[in-house]
């Protein structure tokens, strides 16, 4: 074989980057797997890829929300935005939110939207995604001990059934 097959993610340090070659990573993972002494690396290459999926969601998620706050603060901060435009923002955002920082719980008189139902959803499946080299559920495998294995898809996921799916 001949060197740089997988383009080299041994070369990279940076996370921004690392994320960017998951397409590499699988094809690392699934050539450890297939060396038959390697199981070990290769669940280790599979967990980093799930931890990048669900990382992508959760910052996607917040993204979301905080993306007018920040354009308020820039706008403002180059004057083209009044400081009341920020609070405005900031009300938004909140009015946005059914969970209070502090504590995280829910607020009794506010119902949650859709785009937070499908948020909940996008929560739901970046835990239980899909273990390529053993074909089962990461977040429902690891819970029941090393030998525990729950095929994928997971009854979680059957039970979503298409709702929220890559959005
Ligand atoms: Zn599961």
Not at 4 to 12: A, V
Not at 18 to 28: C, F, H, S, T, Y
Not at 81 to 110: C, F, I, N, W
Request: aromatic share 8%; glycine share 8%.
């Amino acid at each position: 074989m001949s060197g740089g097959s997988f383009n080299y993610p041994c070369h990279t340090w940076d996370l921004g980057d690392i994320n960017g070659k998951r397409g590499d990573l699988e094809e690392m993972a699934s050539e450890l797997a297939c060396l038959g002494y390697a199981q070990d690396a290769a669940r280790e290459t599979e967990e980093l890829l799930v931890m990048l999926r669900q990382w992508e969601v959760r910052a996607t998620v917040r993204l979301e929300r905080l993306r007018e706050v920040w354009k308020a603060v820039e706008w403002w901060r180059s004057c083209d935005y009044s400081e009341d435009q920020v609070r405005e923002a900031l009300a938004e955002y909140r009015s946005g939110d059914t969970h209070t920082p502090e504590t995280g719980m829910a607020k009794p008189d506010v119902g949650p939207t859709r785009d937070q139902l499908m948020a909940a959803v996008a929560r739901v499946r970046a835990r239980h995604t899909r273990v390529a080299v053993t074909d089962e559920c990461y977040e429902c495998s690891k819970k029941d001990g090393p030998d525990y294995s729950t095929a994928w898809p997971c009854p979680t996921i059957a039970a979503l059934d298409g709702v929220g799916e890559g959005s």
